[in-house]
């Protein structure tokens, strides 16, 4: 089993690759989440992930006929782009395997960094089986995307520099896939500290580790889509599960409405990127999925990376506006005859919302008494506002209905 030991060689093997990422307290949080709250940065990697720590270990573990062959890895995407940029470094030949959905900035970058990428499969369960047929018929090297122990010792080295930025800490919460990361992150702080509660996140979507825990053995899922998919896998590693049964103190999910709202909240508060699988920690205490022991506990959580596709970024960030009753969307009925629009949008202004954008979808069911529905996209104050505005058409005889 991995052992402290390991972590700290890979420490010292990896460090001049990787970055000694940021551990900072996040204050601006103390309204939505309870405790004092600290953010452990992996989306500031090379690569934008805490890959770059596993993948590199393993690596650099490798002996010269392993890496003249070339390795090869099913991911997808940050463990992908992590092996291709550090393979790239070391020379060392990459192959990677991403299913078919796999996000475009994850398989372009992969691709950026050298590596030759095979897309196969609907999820990563099913390029793990393209890749194992890839190293046996190619003679590549597999490199695990979390069950390997080097794979494992490189990711737990964050739970040192973690331990050195706040050696009080008292709840560490880490994103959960295959259980590579949280594995490692376990060992490293339980054999220093093992009074410190380890909590792993999932996606609801994609529960594996949390439905072994309960079943006491490893059990196969049936994963569907979601935000955080660099955490949707269909069952935790052989190697993983032990770990986690020995070592972490609870396994929580969370839905993908809690993990879009905590990537908006990153966005809007923190500035900084975080992808669905990143956001997940955050999510769980804002949805209060973790039990909190008080204001004064000491909270750190992972932030594993920051690679997310740009216009699922936006797509948040207009949702979550829409959540917060900062922007609203609504179709208007009003009678297709001049002048109408024009009252609409001064009684909108009159109410001090901004109106962003507006459309016609004409309906000629009636011709005698024709309607056309107006739909406006509005910037507003809140949640109060919207209904405010809301009341007025209405009270104006128009048919309102918000979208969102």
Not at 96 to 107: E, F, T, Y
Request: charge should be negative.
């Amino acid at each position: 089993m991995l052992t402290l030991a390991d972590i700290r060689s890979a420490r010292e093997r990896i460090r001049d690759g990787v970055v000694e990422t940021l551990c900072a307290p996040a204050r601006s949080f103390e309204d939505v989440a309870p405790g004092t709250l600290w953010f452990k940065f992996e989306n500031h990697q090379r690569t934008g992930s805490f890959k770059d720590r596993g993948s590199l270990n393993k690596l650099l573990q490798l002996d010269s006929e392993q890496r003249r062959r070339g390795v090869i890895a099913a991911s997808a995407g940050n463990h992908a782009q992590a092996l291709a940029y550090h393979g790239g470094r070391l020379g060392v030949p990459v192959t990677v395997v991403m299913p078919d959905p796999a996000p475009l900035i994850k398989v372009s970058n992969t691709r950026a960094y050298g590596a030759r990428v095979v897309q196969s499969g609907a999820i990563l369960d099913e390029s793990a089986v393209e890749a194992r047929r890839l190293a046996e018929s190619q003679g590549l090297v597999m490199v695990p995307a979390f069950d390997d122990e080097a794979v494992m010792a490189g990711q737990g080295t964050m739970a040192l520099e973690l331990l050195e930025s706040i050696p009080d800490v008292d709840t560490v919460v880490v994103p959960v896939g295959g259980g590579g990361m949280i594995s490692g992150v376990a060992v490293a702080i339980k054999e220093q500290r093992p009074e410190v509660r380890v909590i792993g996140v999932e996606a609801e979507a994609a529960p594996s580790a949390r439905a072994s825990r309960s079943a006491g053995h490893i059990v196969k899922i049936s994963a569907t889509d979601t935000l955080a998919d660099g955490i949707a896998v269909k069952r935790v590693g052989d190697l993983t599960f032990p770990v986690i049964q020995k070592y972490v103190d609870d396994l929580v999910v969370v839905s993908e409405e809690e993990i879009a709202s905590a990537i908006f909240l990153l966005l809007e508060r923190r500035k900084t990127v975080v992808e669905g699988a990143g956001a997940v920690g955050l999510a769980a205490l804002v949805s209060s999925r973790i039990p909190v022991r008080g204001r004064d506990e000491r909270i750190a959580v992972v932030l594993s990376g920051g690679n997310i596709d740009v216009n699922r970024v936006s797509r948040i960030i207009d949702r979550g506006l829409v959540l917060d009753g900062r922007a609203a969307h609504l179709m208007v009925k009003v009678p297709d005859r001049p002048g109408f629009l024009a009252r609409l949008t001064e009684t909108v202004a009159r109410l001090g919302a901004n109106v962003r954008e507006t459309y016609h979808r004409r309906a000629f069911a009636d011709i005698s008494v024709g309607e056309v529905e107006i739909v406006l996209n509005l910037e507003t104050r809140g949640r109060e506002h919207v209904d405010e505005i809301i009341r007025m058409l209405e009270a104006m005889g128009l048919s309102v209905e918000e979208d969102g």
